[in-house]
Structures are given as C-alpha cells and as structure tokens.
C-alpha cells in the first residue's frame, strides 16, 4: 500500500520557470491538501480540496494553482518561480470527517 | 500571526527520562489536537491525538495533556528513546479538515 506519493523528490528550477508537483493517494480519500515547510514556520496550508471537484485556498496561496485531476491525483503548479518558493513541499490526504492527514514523502524545491 | 505555537525550537533529553514537548494555541475554535512526527527526509506521520472535550490520552510510552483554559497542550513521552530524536509538530483543527500547524520542536534523545 504505497499511501501518498509525490513527484518529483527534489528539483531545481531557475527563477521564473514553471513546474507542476504531482501527487497521488491510493487510500480513496475524499480530501487532499498541500503544504509546505519553511525553517521556523512549520507546515503552512498552500490549498487544499475537500473533495472532488472543488478547490480552496489555504494560508499561503499567491504564486500557486492547483488541480484535482480526479479523487486520486491533486497537482500544484508554479507558474513562474520566485526564489521564495524555495522549500519543501508535501502532500497529504485524508478522509472528510476523519482527523489523521497521512502526508508524502516530500519534494525539496530550490529556485535559484 | 500563529495559531499554534511550539516556543521551544530544540529540546535534548537523556534516553530513558521523560521528554515533554509545549504548544501554546490561541483560536479558542480549536477542537482537536493532534500530535506529528517527522524524521529527516520523510513526510509527518501521526502519533496522538486529543479531542477538547477530554484532558488527557494516552497511548504506550506517549501521554497527550490538553489544558483548554490555559490554551495549552503536551506531550510527554515516557522513557524516551534514541529511536524517538525527530520533529515533533502540533496541530489543531476547528472543526472543519484544515490542519494548522505549528513550527516544530526537534527532539534529540542521547543515549
């Protein structure tokens, strides 16, 4: 049962460049999130989305989109990176009503 | 402005003592609590959780305090373990299925 998986692991990008992080949860959860962790600030909400078909903003959203393909897969897109989104990203997912998120390994992003 | 806040960055705690852990909140909204680890290179796995409406919960070696009025809430971890030097992140819900985290204290446990 492989859980929560991301894509890429790690990636460098050149300020301005564009990339879409992908993830997948095989665990038929309904809600899916974004995070990202930043030294001191811990796990801030980028978006999330409650279930199929329907996406929100979280804490930190400017400079990102996302989309829910489909209940499995939830991508977040950097249109034009900035130094500042230089961080590590995770994907989670959980079930509505359910309290435990079970997150991804991670994708370590630089932008240079 | 945090919600949740884990003042203490770092913590070192000889192996077989107690550790406790500190999170302060303040959206008096918050009905759950839940308790994050994470070791180097992997993503946050649960460990414990509590709702608002008990104080305490216990699971083996790990005890969850939860003390509203104060907007307060800990983890001790009884005997500590070399095993257990990780990240250890607070969280809390409103009622909805965002979590909000705190920043994190890294556990350092020396045997």
């Known amino acids: 049962n492989a859980g929560v998986t991301q894509t890429p692991k790690f990636q460098v990008l050149k300020t301005g460049q564009s990339m879409t992080l992908q993830c997948a949860q095989d665990m038929n959860h309904n809600s899916m999130y974004w995070y990202r962790q930043d030294p001191g600030m811990g796990l801030r909400l980028i978006y999330y989305?409650?279930?199929?078909?329907?996406?929100d903003k979280g804490e930190v959203p400017n400079g990102y989109n996302v989309s829910r393909l489909n209940k499995r897969e939830f991508s977040l897109r950097l249109e034009s990176a900035a130094p500042s989104q230089t961080s590590v990203y995770f994907c989670?997912?959980?079930?509505?009503?359910?309290?435990?998120?079970?997150f991804g390994q991670g994708t370590r992003l630089t932008v240079v | 402005d945090q919600q949740v806040k884990q003042n203490s960055p770092s913590l070192s705690v000889q192996e077989g003592r107690i550790s406790i852990l500190n999170c302060d909140y303040t959206n008096s909204m918050f009905d759950y609590f839940l308790w994050y680890k994470k070791y180097p290179a992997e993503g946050p796995t649960f460990l414990i959780s509590i709702s608002s409406i008990k104080d305490k919960n216990e699971d083996g070696r790990f005890t969850v305090f939860l003390n509203k009025s104060a907007k307060h809430l800990s983890l001790h971890i009884v005997p500590s373990q070399p095993g257990d030097s990780a990240v250890y992140f607070c969280?809390?819900?409103?009622?909805?299925?965002?979590?909000?985290f705190g920043a994190g204290t890294i556990l350092r446990v020396k045997s």
């Open positions: 989670a997912s959980s079930e509505l009503g359910d309290t435990e998120a079970f």
């Open positions: 969280a809390a819900l409103d009622g909805g299925n965002k979590l909000v």
């Open positions: 989305s409650a279930s199929e078909g329907t996406t």
